[in-house]
């Protein structure tokens, strides 16, 4: 199973929702997990993984993590060159670096040269950011591209960032 991340921050509470799937190239076949936490950690620059572990974490317990194969999630796995790690390498760590994670950014924030990869997809001019832990990251990249959709942003990645917008969801969060 590929478990996919993005939370989303209002009112001091945070909606984390995670698509589960097993194949990189549907759109059509996957689960959704949900869960709203409240008073969270204010964001602090080059620190965001501070603010997003525990939630990502809190949503990871009602997942069985014994069928867990790779995680995807929305910022970078390093911050640069020196293995400075990002949210994706703290949630490595905070796994006992059992599962391989794919950070999949929109903007170019990490200094990062090494083992970042711009990936441009559709007809798109802006590339997204991958990087990896756990994984080669030309494999991380092949697995991305793979992704449907034809456009920037692979559909289901699109999806998980409408989900976590949707104020209607929230009683389907616990």
């Known amino acids: 199973m590929i478990l996919s991340f993005d939370t989303y ?13 097993e194949n990189w ?4 076949d996957f689960s959704v997990y949900c869960e709203i936490l409240e008073d969270i950690e204010e964001y602090i620059p080059g620190e965001f993984y501070r603010r997003e572990l525990p939630c990502i974490l809190s949503l990871l317990k009602k997942i069985r993590f014994e069928k867990i194969e790779m995680i995807v999630v929305d910022g970078f796995v390093f911050l640069d060159d020196n293995d400075k790690l990002g949210l994706g ?3 490595y760590k905070q796994l006992e670096e059992k599962v391989p ?35 080669n990251i030309d494999k991380a990249v092949e697995y991305i591209a793979s992704m ?3 456009y920037r942003i692979p559909k289901l990645l699109k999806h998980l960032d409408s989900l976590t ?5 929230e009683q389907n969060c616990s």
Not at 116 to 122: A, T
Not at 124 to 129: D, E, R
Request: glycine content about 10%.
């Open 148 to 150: 449907a959709g034809d």
């Open 89 to 91: 390498g703290h949630l």
């Open 165 to 169: 917008k949707q104020k209607n969801g």
């Open 25 to 28: 190239k549907t759109m059509d």
């Open 101 to 135: 994670i794919i950070g999949v950014a929109k903007t170019n924030f990490a200094s990062i040269v090494k083992n970042k990869r711009e990936l441009k997809r559709g007809d798109s001019q802006n590339p997204l950011f991958i990087t990896s832990i756990g994984l």
């Open 9 to 21: 921050y209002y009112e001091n509470k945070a909606k984390t929702v995670c698509l589960a799937f």
